[in-house]
């Protein structure tokens, strides 16, 4: 009788195991599905044009953006010099700085342009503006009634060298740029990155409902941003900022 109550039991502890490393199993098997489904979306892909027309976007509407969006180079240059890193003088020093840097890929919130005077490089407190407002555009124009668009980012880190190449283009370029410290860069308010185009927007609303975005970061003091009219795009520098 003893003999059978420990091999019922024994019976029953094999059973509990095998259940628990089949669960395990079916765990790990969900997890590398989810895994390789993430790991799929190319967020470089787009279209290549945005469509014409397009459905009205309720948007607050400034009536000049180079007027609100003025903050002085000064302002961008202290909270730059803040939290930025020590300029570096090649992009090769990347590898060898001992601050903070990180690189800036395509995501679901913003693409990266082709950039031809600066590197996908910024220090973390940027990366982490730059997505927030890329996930507050996406997510509030979903709000108001769709459209599948991210923005697009045309410049980030700079170096002297970089800088002279970019003065050879536009004489407005300054030599002192917050872009040298990692914690500046600018998002288009000429160009939309398309994903769809089943609910067309206009480049007039996108643009609106970009400034409105950056109207309230700003607010909330976590950037300065400055209306470029010449490079047409929106030119913003992360200030420190207390998360907690
Ligand atoms: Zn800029």
Request: hydrophobic fraction near 35%; aromatic fraction near 12%.
């Amino acid at each position: 009788m003893k003999n059978l109550a420990i091999i019922v039991t024994l019976l029953l502890m094999s059973a509990i195991l095998y259940c628990c490393n089949n669960q395990q199993e079916d765990t790990q098997e969900e997890d590398q599905d989810w895994a390789s489904a993430v790991s799929t979306v190319d967020y470089s892909v787009h279209h290549d044009y945005m469509p014409s027309g397009g459905v009205k976007l309720k948007v607050k509407r400034f009536p000049y953006l180079p007027g609100v969006f003025n903050d002085r180079n000064k302002l961008h240059l202290s909270a730059a010099k803040e939290i930025g890193i020590t300029p570096i003088k090649d992009v090769t020093d990347i590898w060898t700085i001992t601050q903070p840097i990180v690189k800036v890929e395509n995501g679901p919130y913003y693409y990266i342009d082709e950039l031809n005077h600066s590197f996908p490089y910024l220090v973390p407190e940027a990366e982490q503006l730059l997505s927030d407002i890329g996930k507050a555009f996406v997510d509030t124009l979903n709000a108001r009634g769709g459209g599948a668009y991210r923005l697009k980012v045309t410049s980030l880190l700079r170096t002297p060298e970089t800088i002279a190449g970019l003065r050879r283009v536009n004489k407005n370029a300054v030599d002192s740029s917050a872009h040298l410290y990692g914690t500046t860069f600018d998002i288009s308010y000429s160009q939309f990155i398309c994903d769809s185009v089943v609910v067309p927007r206009t480049k007039e609303d996108l643009k609106n409902l970009l400034g409105e975005i950056l109207y309230e970061f700003r607010e909330q003091g976590r950037c300065y941003v400055i209306f470029e009219q010449k490079q047409t795009c929106f030119h913003i520098t992360t200030r420190p900022y207390n998360y907690y």
